[in-house]
């Protein structure tokens, strides 16, 4: 067992890879054990790696970001997948999401936010930049999938807060209840809907529309 988060950076540019590489590495505990530049290498290599995170670019040179994640999450289940992009479409952030990415965060957001979303992401939250998080609410809100009368309106809230990355401990400072009861509403969420995790109650919820 490691005693830091390994995770691995899939960018064509090198330049950019090497940002990200140098940001991370500033920390003690998140170490960048391998970067590839193109999703035919990546998806030979990474199995053999079985890092805690992978940063995925969506617009490779040889293929799509999301059909890596699409191939490699069966494989490694107990990795998570973050892509990383310059591209902020709707459409793109659903599939993405619907393939077994746990977090969608813009390129813009290269700064001390990225490290954060890596420990975010390794501790089981879904981290997402804020024009991200904004646009999926809207999206939500205009794209209900279910009867509304199925949530009561505090598991209506927590949704909504997981939808926009917090953790159970943020969404209890928010709506001023316990871990505990964050936890016991999530489990009627997920028994209302049929789910075993906070992705998919997301995508099931409200991302109907959008998961083809």
């Known amino acids: 067992m490691t005693n830091f988060i390994s995770v691995i950076i899939v960018e064509d540019k090198i330049e950019m890879c090497r940002q990200i590489k140098s940001l991370l590495e500033k920390t003690d505990d ?46 490694l289940s107990k990795t998570q997948f973050v892509i990383l992009t310059m591209f ?77 990355g917090k953790k159970y401990k943020e969404i209890g400072e928010t709506l001023f209840i316990s871990v505990e009861t964050v936890r016991s509403h999530l489990r009627k969420i997920y028994e209302k809907l049929h789910v075993h995790s906070s992705k998919e109650a997301i995508l099931k919820y409200f991302g109907k529309n959008h998961s083809r």
């Open 88 to 164: 902020d479409d709707s459409e793109l952030v659903f599939k993405g999401l619907s393939h077994g990415a746990i977090g969608y965060l813009l390129k813009r957001s290269i700064n001390d936010e990225l490290v954060k979303s890596i420990y975010e992401a390794y501790k089981g939250g879904s981290p997402m930049s804020t024009q991200i998080a904004r646009m999926v609410v809207k999206s939500f809100q205009n794209n209900k999938a279910i009867d509304e009368d199925l949530l009561t309106k505090r598991e209506w809230e927590i949704l909504e807060q997981l939808a926009k």
């Open 30 to 75: 998140i170490k960048v054990i391998a970067t590839f530049h193109d999703s035919k290498s990546a998806l030979e290599k990474i199995p053999e790696y079985e890092p805690d995170i992978v940063l995925m670019d969506l617009n490779l040179p040889d293929g799509s970001g999301i059909e890596c994640i699409k191939n490699l999450k069966p494989k």
